[in-house]
Structure formats: C-alpha cells, structure tokens
C-alpha cells in the first residue's frame, strides 16, 4: 500500500474481476476500482507499489510498469515488454527506486534475462537526509506551479527555508541531523515560522523549459534549539524539476 494525497492505494481481488488496483479514503463510501487492467476475471498480476515523489506510485504487471496517480486517467503504461520482476533477487524487497530523480528498477524484457533499466518520472521530491528537532515534506517541484513545502518544529520558531545545488549530505559533529543543502551554493527563499508547532512556505515555480531536470537540495533551519548544534534542522528534499 502507498499514500498518494488523501487516498491509500492498494491491490486486490473481489472476486470478480481478478487483482487489479483499488484507492480508499478510509471508509467503505470512498473505497473503490481504479481500474481494470484486464477487463473480467482474468489479471494482469499488478504487484509491487512502490511510491515515486509525493504524486505518483509505480507498479509492475505481466506486461510492463504502470504509473498511477489513484485516478483511472492518471494510470497509464511507462515501459511496455517487461516480466512482472519487482521482486529483487533473493529478498522479497521491491527492486526499485527513485534516485536522483531516475526511477530504477530490476526488469527482465524477455530477451536479455534480467537487467537494470531506468525510467524518467518527472518531477520529483526525494527525502534526503536526518533532521533533528524538526521536520520537513515537499510536493514534486513541478514548473509553473507553486510548490507546498511544509514541516514541524518548536511552536513559535521562526527559520530559514535553504535552496542549493547538489553535494554529499554532512553529519554534523554531536548531533543526529545531517546538513543536505551545499554551504557553497546556498541561498534562503523563504522565512517560515511554526506558531503552533507547524509550518508551510509555497513556493511558485516558472514555467520555463529550461527548468526541466535542473536539480536542487532543499532543507530549513529553525533557531532556538538548546540541543547542538544549536539550530533545529530538518531532513532535506532532493528536487528534480519537470513536469
């Protein structure tokens, strides 16, 4: 099962029309089909949701990956031509993941056995990163849209939301956080405060091209902290921008 928004995703079979994929709110009145991958009771054998940013989960089938975003018109085929093989050789961990903003996955195409392959989900929101004191979630940087990027921290802090290029994470010395943005390229884009222990900072993209697969580290600091080293810092949020 994967959260996408609202909604909890999730495979099963009532009996009917075989395996296929289902979304629920948690009631009965908001539990329903997304859709049949194969019409009647046969199945395609979806297996394996595995979340992709903060929109979209991938799933594998007998014939191909599969992209949903919970809705029948945001569920659509990425790769066709692959073995159902989310499962990784000998465990039964999903052999997938998002990284640097590339999904790989481990597939068979039924010509070259089992290999490596990559998709491009767009955009997308990876955490990165250990916080300590202080929390931090983004939505998938899509351009030409405004961006929610939202956390917790101690009510009444006041902080700096950091923007910077890529570079290793820094284990900070006497302390659990990891410092994601890049000392060298940082900048501050906005000046979030948690009145009551929550905080949000909407960030508007343009609509540029150019912006496509720029790539940044996000991460917020909040002052305050009696804790070294001395700042509350959250996780960070590794952004590939795109559509």
């Given amino acids: 099962m994967v959260a996408i928004g609202a909604a909890v995703l999730f495979m099963a ?15 009965a009145a908001g539990t329903h089909l997304v859709t049949e991958l194969v019409p009647g009771p ?4 979806p297996n394996r949701l595995v979340q992709i940013g903060s929109r979209a989960a991938l799933f594998g089938t007998t014939d191909g990956v599969w992209r949903t975003d919970g809705t029948a018109s945001g569920t659509a085929q990425l790769a066709a031509g692959f073995a159902s093989t989310w499962s990784a050789w000998g465990t039964p961990e999903p052999a997938v993941v998002l990284s640097r903003g590339v999904v790989l996955f481990a597939a068979d195409d039924g010509q070259r056995g089992r290999e490596l392959w990559r998709v491009d989900p767009g955009a997308t929101a990876q955490s990165l990163g250990f916080g300590c004191g202080a ?3 983004s939505e998938d940087p899509v351009i030409g849209t405004t961006v929610a ?8 802090a006041t902080g700096a939301l950091l923007l910077s290029g890529i570079a290793p994470p820094i284990r900070l010395g006497g302390a659990p956080c990891q410092l994601v943005v890049d000392p060298g390229t940082v900048a501050m884009i906005a000046a979030p405060t948690a009145p009551a222990g929550s905080w949000r900072a909407d960030l508007p993209l343009p609509n540029a091209g150019a912006l496509i697969g720029v790539r940044a580290a996000v991460q917020a600091v909040f002052a305050g902290s009696a804790l070294p080293p001395g700042a509350d810092l959250t996780g960070g949020s590794y952004w590939t921008l795109g559509l």
């Fill in 149 to 156: 990027v939202t956390g917790t921290a101690q009510p009444g």
């Fill in 135 to 137: 929390t931090l979630l």
């Fill in 42 to 45: 046969g199945s395609a054998q």
């Fill in 13 to 27: 079979d009532d009996g009917s029309r075989g395996l296929e994929l289902w979304r629920t709110d948690g009631r």
